[in-house]
């Protein structure tokens, strides 16, 4: 591994991509340090793909800026290209190779990096070594197609939504292995529509929205930057009476109520205040409770603070 880089691993400024009916890419701008998990979270159809895309040299963008490692694509393609890892959100393999062939194919177009045995022991996939790459699992292609990112021994790494589809012992596997290289030194720009995956790999998020960078922070920083440290969300019927939220908006630490999916959602300071004054206000108005839940605030709980609407609904 290379030593870490003077100033920003990547910087992109005023990026924009528009097609034919959409923006994808409207003024966004970000700086990933090296060293550090970069996340770039939001729905589906926000533009992650499409600002991933462009800083991989894989889309034109139609104006701003990308530099990489201190380098551009423009002048530079050749160095990049030996010096990035990139793991798409769909990757193609031929079915017909095997583990072992298809990492010495990809080895092969790199001038450095660990030997193919070396990099197969990491993704843990010893035992599947002479397997065709047809027959491997979900969970197994996704640690083939992130070996294929790390056989170059990368400065940066591309991470296009690399746990998407996978099942949830496959996909903790998969952070397990992101884990152990960012703790290596490595500089990670990773998409997501998963907050918990977001939370748990990244030290630095953006939020995107629609093309445009709504909030950037860490983690912590932008859920506290909601002000709120607790959601409850709760649904009442069998009464024929309709409940009255407007009460609850005058509660110590409630800090907003909005109906969500047909369900009510407080968003609180107090829980312990918070829950107690919302079971004697349904008693008061004769109205019974059917569900209730509690969570911590999260980053989803920041995207529907500044959107009015969650990570998947589209």
Known sequence: MSSPL???????????????DVVAVDDLGLEVWPGECFG???????????????????????????????MRWISDAAELRQ???????????????TVAETI?????????????????????????????????SGGQKQRLALACALVGDPDLLFLDEPTTGLDPQARRQLWDLIERFKSAGRTILLTTHYMEEAERLCERVAIVDRGKTIAMGTPRELIASIGVEHLVEFSTGGSGRAFDA????????????REDNGALRMQVTELHRAVPALLDELTRQGVPLT????????LEDVFVALTGRHLRDE
């Not at 990026?15 to 034919?20: D, F, I």
């Open 40 to 70: 770039l979270l939001g729905p589906n159809g926000a533009g992650k793909t499409t600002t991933m895309e462009i800083c991989e040299g894989l889309t034109p963008a139609d104006s701003g800026d990308v530099e990489l490692l201190g």
């Open 104 to 136: 010495r194919l990809f080895r092969s177009f790199f001038r450095r990096g660990p030997e193919p045995a070396e990099v197969i022991a990491l993704v843990q996939l010893e035992e599947k070594r002479k397997a065709r790459v047809g027959a491997l």
């Open 6 to 20: 003077p100033g920003a691993a990547l910087r992109v400024s005023h990026l924009r991509k528009a097609y034919k």
């Open 291 to 298: 569900e209730l839940r509690t969570h911590s605030a999260s």
């Open 246 to 257: 407007a009460p609850l908006t005058r509660l110590d630490g409630v800090r907003d109520v």
């Open 83 to 97: 010096r990035l890892g990139i793991q798409l959100q769909e990757t193609q393999l031929s079915d017909k190779l």
